[in-house]
Antibody, heavy 127, light 115 residues
Framework: QVQLQESGPGLVRPSQTLSLTCTVS??????????WSWIRQHPGQGLEWIGYIFYSGNTYYNPSLTSRFTISLDTSRNQFSLHLNSVTAADTAVYYC???????????????????WGQGTKVTVSS | QSALTQPASVSGSPGQSITISCTGT?????????????VSWYQQHPGKAPKLIIFGVSNRPSGVSDRFSGSKSGNTAFLTISGLQTEDEADYYC???????????FGGGTKLTVL
């Protein structure tokens, strides 16, 4: 059974860097079949795709969002991370990690779909 | 890059059917990549993570009730829930791939109230 688990600080001071980690169990971030994603949800708002990373290290980000986001991969720990620098109160949100099947993998029934999600981690930016 | 357009809210009584629309463009909801349409739907209960309920426009993952069905016409996708139950009360989000800019996009979400 594949599970994703976010971890990180619940409170971050303005102007600091937020770092979140997603630990994957039951699958390998090296599989080459999935992109490992971050999605956020502001209080009372909808879902917003932040970006994702492939096993190759290639990253893709939502062009509508700030360039302050960086996603990285740690294959030795089977984890991937999200870093957001210079945070402000507007970055207060629930952050989810999720996997999405690679669209190029025709054998993957759930390609192009976020099929597994972490439970989410609430981040508050406040002094 | 605006979100896909969904009604903010819909409501229905237990046992009834409701349909939620999701309108995009020919570059996302209306597009096909290799003959496949990447429209999916997610259900989110308060305080919980989203759950996949429909993928590839009209397919249900294992374990999802057949009361949930999906369809598409042109640039608009639809989620229909039949035989409404109180536990269906949740937020629903559509999702698609925007091919014009290598961009993943969600709908704004629809709050379903079961009266």
């Amino acid at each position: 059974q594949v599970q994703l688990q976010e971890s990180g600080p619940g409170l971050v001071r303005p102007s600091q860097t937020l770092s979140l980690t997603c630990t994957v169990s039951g699958d390998s971030v090296n599989s080459g079949r999935y992109y490992w994603s971050w999605i956020r949800q502001h209080p009372g708002q909808g879902l917003e795709w932040i970006g994702y990373i492939f096993y190759s290290g290639n990253t893709y980000y939502n062009p509508s969002l700030t360039s302050r986001f960086t996603i990285s991969l740690d294959t030795s720990r089977n984890q991937f991370s999200l870093h957001l620098n210079s945070v402000t109160a507007a970055d207060t949100a629930v952050y989810y990690c999720a996997r999405i099947g690679a669209r190029a993998d025709q054998s993957l029934a759930l390609r192009g779909t976020f099929d597994i999600w972490g439970q989410g981690t609430k981040v508050t930016v406040s002094s | 890059q605006s979100a896909l357009t969904q009604p903010a809210s819909v409501s229905g009584s237990p046992g009834q059917s409701i349909t939620i629309s999701c309108t995009g463009t020919s570059s996302d909801v209306g597009s096909y990549l290799g003959g496949y349409s990447y429209v999916s739907w997610y259900q989110q209960h308060p305080g919980k993570a989203p759950k996949l309920i429909i993928f590839g426009v009209s397919n249900r993952p294992s374990g999802v009730s057949d009361r949930f069905s999906g369809s598409k016409s042109g640039n608009t996708a639809f989620l229909t829930i039949s035989g409404l139950q109180t536990e269906d009360e949740a937020d629903y989000y559509c999702f698609s791939y925007r091919s014009s800019s290598t961009f993943e996009i969600f709908g704004g979400g629809t709050k379903l109230t079961v009266l």
